[in-house]
């Protein structure tokens, strides 16, 4: 009896869950091309911000002096970062394509192998007193950009 309770109870969560985001995407029909506009301008005005932050890091970053190691580095590690928002975009859309076809395990699969890859890399960059953070950040998001790419190919 106590094995049956949660199998059931779990089964029960993902039917509701299948029947929830079914009747989201019916009503998201309606509203469908109205919101692709309001969600293009949110990416636009984040990417724009970020890209802003990452020509002059100073607005907000306090304590940095243009012209400083620091500044360069952190001009680059938020340029990473804007240029990286497209693909957390993708990552969310295809972590919703499977979630409604009940099958986010396989996201998960390729999460958690992009974490390996990225894991591994750490004494490639970090070695022999160097800490290239720079480097490792821009290979990191290189990797979670194949990961969501391949992720979004196999969904089709």
Do not use: H
Not at 68 to 82: C, G, M, P, R, V
Not at 130 to 151: E, H, K, N, P
Request: charged share 20%; glycine share 6%; aromatic share 14%.
């Amino acid at each position: 009896m106590s094995l049956t309770v949660p199998l059931g109870d779990n089964l029960g969560t993902k039917i509701t869950k299948k029947y929830v985001n079914t009747q989201k995407t019916r009503r998201k029909r309606e509203n469908k091309f109205s919101s692709k506009i309001t969600d293009i301008m949110r990416f636009t005005d984040l990417y724009l911000l970020f890209l802003c932050f990452s020509y002059n890091p100073c607005i907000i970053l306090s304590g940095i002096n243009p012209g400083s190691e620091e500044f360069y580095i952190a001009q680059k590690l938020l340029l990473i970062l804007s240029l990286s928002i497209p693909v957390y975009v993708v990552q969310k859309y295809v972590f919703l394509i499977y979630n409604v076809r009940l099958l986010d395990y396989k996201v998960q699969k390729v999460q958690i192998l992009g974490a390996l890859v990225r894991i591994a890399s750490v004494p490639l960059v970090f070695f022999n007193g160097r800490y290239d953070i720079v480097g490792y950040y821009g290979f990191s998001q290189i990797v979670l950009c194949c990961a969501a790419v391949y992720m979004l190919w196999k969904s089709k």
